[in-house]
T-cell receptor, first 114, second 115 residues
Framework: SQKIEQNSEALNIQEGKTATLTCNYTNYSPAYLQWYRQDPGRGPVFLLLIRENEKEKRKERLKVTFDTTLKQSLFHITASQPADSATYLCALAGLTGGGNKLTFGTGTQLKVEL | ETGVTQSPTHLIKTRGQQVTLRCSSQSGHNTVSWYQQALGQGPQFIFQYYREEENGRGNFPPRFSGLQFPNYSSELNVNALELDDSALYLC??????????????FGQGTRLTVV
């Protein structure tokens, strides 16, 4: 069956460290993978998009990797800050037969402590 | 803040009733998608409209219906509400027929509680 797995347990890290979040998927072949940030009671906010033929994408303190062989994306936040505390969602897109929609994982909650 | 606005922000309805949720897309955007997000879950795709035509639908029953207007704003209608319909309903707007390969701008959501 099709699955998108993100760590269900919260990730707690110290300020200044690098946070690494994982998105694994099975029985999907996405053409794109997107990462969003969601704060409590708010809508998701777009962070990065990476294409299947791209290995890595960076934006300021953010880095995303996409390994279509391992069926995995890693999302890194370097020099993390308490303001980075939020839930991070990965979304698969451009699925064969999947149309134009985004298919989201359940998200990982990140807590950055002082 | 995105330019996507949803109304109302909170709503309480009784089982069996009908509800209409509204979404104003960001200026210049002609695509709107609707998602349902239960507590602790990721958003689930309901359907998408592009230039007033439905161009994708998720695994939701027909009592979930929608509409997109000439100004590209949109409505989500849910009939015969069930307790499990309690969730955060999100709309997302973008430019172009697909939200796969472009940034989607989400509204703040409507929190629907069915009692």
């Amino acid at each position: 069956s099709q699955k998108i797995e993100q760590n269900s347990e919260a990730l707690n890290i110290q300020e200044g460290k690098t946070a690494t979040l994982t998105c694994n998927y099975t029985n999907y072949s996405p053409a794109y993978l997107q990462w969003y940030r969601q704060d409590p009671g708010r809508g998701p906010v777009f962070l990065l998009l990476i294409r299947e033929n791209e290995k890595e994408k960076r934006k300021e303190r953010l880095k995303v990797t996409f390994d279509t062989t391992l069926k995995q994306s890693l999302f890194h936040i370097t020099a993390s800050q308490p303001a980075d505390s939020a839930t991070y969602l990965c979304a698969l897109a451009g699925l064969t037969g999947g149309g134009n929609k985004l298919t989201f994982g359940t998200g990982t909650q990140l807590k950055v402590e002082l | 803040e995105t330019g996507v606005t949803q109304s109302p922000t909170h709503l309480i309805k009784t089982r069996g009733q009908q509800v209409t949720l509204r979404c104003s897309s960001q200026s210049g955007h002609n695509t709107v998608s609707w998602y349902q997000q239960a507590l602790g879950q990721g958003p689930q795709f309901i359907f998408q409209y592009y230039r007033e035509e439905e161009n994708g639908r998720g695994n939701f029953p027909p009592r979930f219906s929608g509409l997109q207007f000439p100004n590209y704003s949109s409505e989500l209608n849910v009939n015969a509400l069930e307790l499990d319909d309690s969730a955060l309903y999100l709309c997302a707007s973008s430019s172009g027929p697909s939200q796969s390969n472009t940034e989607a701008f989400f509204g703040q959501g409507t929190r629907l509680t069915v009692v």
